[in-house]
Each structure stands twice: as structure tokens, then as C-alpha cells.
């Protein structure tokens, strides 16, 4: 059975940092890409960060690029979001998401097959 785990979510003032991890079980995550998502009230999930299995190309949504970091550690099965210089508006629950196998695009929500739980990231002004 496939899971993901977040962890690493929190309460933090703005400007300062929080590091997320997710950790995958169930088989290796090598072969997938895997996606960072926030969800806040009233809005659509969005995606904020991917990490590509072929080359670790990386994706970052314009609002969060310079900030935020993505990264994995395949030996641990683990994929990490540094979150630096937060912003009120970054304020949501975090999801950690991965593909299948081999997959392609990475950019929508219906390119992953399996998510985590979601994590809480409040930035308070």
C-alpha cells in the first residue's frame, strides 16, 4: 500500500522558514515525479513546486520562485520544500503528491496518482 507522510508544517512569522518533508512508502518513488501543492480556504489547490524522476528538473510557481526549494533523496524515498522568506500568503495546507511510474507532465493535479494528508503552514503577519 502506497503512502505518503508530510511532515514539518507549523506556525511561523513572516519572513522566517519551514522545511517539509514527505516521506513515501509502499515502493520506490525513484521512477516518479513528485509535486508540492497548497490548498488555502476558499481557493483551488495549486501547484507550487515539482521535482521530474528523469533529471530532477525542477518547477516553481511564479510566486514562489527564489523562495522555495524542492529536493529528494531517493535513497530515503523522501522529497523535501524549503520554505524560505514566508509570506502571509503562503498560508495553506500542504500537500505532497507523486506520480506513477515513467509519468509525463507533472503540472495538474489529475498528472499524480497518489497524495498525502496534507500539512498546516500558517504565516502570521
Known amino acids: 500500500q502506497v503512502q505518503l507522510v508530510e511532515s514539518g508544517g507549523g506556525l511561523v512569522q513572516t519572513g522566517g522558514s519551514l522545511r517539509l518533508s514527505c516521506a513515501a512508502s509502499?515502493?520506490?518513488?525513484?521512477?516518479?515525479?513528485m509535486g508540492w501543492f497548497r490548498q488555502a480556504p476558499g481557493t483551488e489547490r495549486e501547484l507550487v513546486a515539482a521535482?521530474?524522476?528523469?533529471?530532477?528538473?525542477?518547477y516553481y510557481t511564479g510566486s514562489v520562485k527564489g523562495r522555495f526549494t524542492i529536493s529528494r533523496d531517493n535513497d530515503k524515498n523522501t522529497v523535501y520544500l524549503q520554505m524560505n522568506s514566508l509570506k502571509p500568503e503562503d498560508t495553506a495546507v500542504y500537500y505532497c503528491?507523486?506520480?506513477?511510474?515513467?509519468?509525463?507532465?507533472?503540472?495538474?493535479?489529475?498528472?499524480?496518482?497518489?497524495w498525502g494528508q496534507g500539512t498546516q503552514v500558517t504565516v502570521s503577519s
Open positions: 521535482i521530474t524522476w528523469s533529471d530532477s528538473h525542477t
Open positions: 503528491a507523486a506520480q506513477r511510474p515513467y509519468g509525463g507532465s507533472y503540472f495538474r493535479e489529475n498528472d499524480y496518482d497518489y
Open positions: 509502499g515502493r520506490t518513488f525513484s521512477s516518479s515525479s
